[in-house]
Antibody, heavy 121, light 107 residues
Framework: QVQLVQSGAEVKKPGSSVKVSCKSS????????INWVRQAPGQGLEWMGG????????KYDQKFLGRVTITADESTSTAYMDLSSLRTDDTAVYYC??????????????WGQGTLVTVSS | DIQMMQSPSSLSASVGDRVTITCRAS??????LGWYQQKPGKAPKRLMY???SLQSGVLSRFSGSGSGTEFTLTISSLQPEDFATYYC?????????FGQGTKVEIK
């Protein structure tokens, strides 16, 4: 059974960057799509971007273009989400979620536990 | 890009009630729709995929239907553990798109 374990909570200043990690265990890493989804306090789920590590190209929601970078380290089965130019409204829980094999995307079925990122001066 | 419009945003229901949640896609998406349940402080849990396929381990009081642009999630007899927020998700091409969510509350 695949398990996704995310890095711990972060507190950041406006204008800074944050990098959240998501380590996969219990299954093949490189051929499966990893997505990043965030949820602001009291709000809904928002897809930020995703990538299939073996293809090496990330796709992003237009809202985050230029601010988010998704990468993966196949040697450690770890995906990363880097968000820059942080604003207070980036305060949210950030989830990684696995869904899809190679070029066939599926509804993510394995989720990390979430990482709370708080942006405050 | 595809957008998902989910309704209602919230509803109040009693244990035993039949509950229906709707998602509409901005363009036809075949059956590439999933449904998720989320409880406070927890990651979302997949209930359905392919619009009508029940996730293994999910009880059969949950069912999904629809194709093209209109989809429904039905809970046939609401149980206390079903009070949660539900989301639809279009997933078969980037960008993925969630509906806004439906909070199911106790009447």
């Amino acid at each position: 059974q695949v398990q996704l374990v995310q890095s711990g909570a972060e507190v950041k200043k406006p204008g800074s960057s944050v990098k959240v990690s998501c380590k996969s265990s219990g299954g093949t890493f490189s051929s499966y799509a990893i997505n990043w989804v965030r949820q602001a306090p009291g709000q809904g789920l928002e897809w930020m971007g995703g990538m299939i590590p073996v293809f090496g190209v990330a796709k992003y929601d237009q809202k985050f273009l230029g601010r988010v970078t998704i990468t993966a380290d196949e040697s450690t089965s770890t995906a990363y989400m880097d968000l820059s130019s942080l604003r207070t409204d980036d305060t949210a829980v950030y989830y990684c979620a696995r869904g899809g094999y190679r070029d066939v995307l599926t509804a993510p079925n394995s989720w990390g536990q979430g990482t709370l990122v708080t942006v405050s001066s | 890009d595809i957008q998902m419009m989910q309704s209602p945003s919230s509803l109040s229901a009693s244990v035993g009630d039949r509950v229906t949640i709707t998602c509409r896609a901005s363009q036809a998406i075949g059956s590439d729709l999933g449904w998720y349940q989320q409880k406070p402080g927890k990651a979302p849990k997949r209930l359905m995929y392919g619009a009508s396929s029940l996730q293994s381990g999910v009880l059969s009081r949950f069912s999904g239907s629809g194709s093209g642009t209109e989809f429904t999630l039905t809970i046939s007899s609401l149980q206390p553990e079903d009070f949660a927020t539900y989301y639809c998700l279009y997933y078969s091409s980037y960008p993925l798109a969630f509906g806004q969510g439906t909070k199911v509350e106790i009447k």
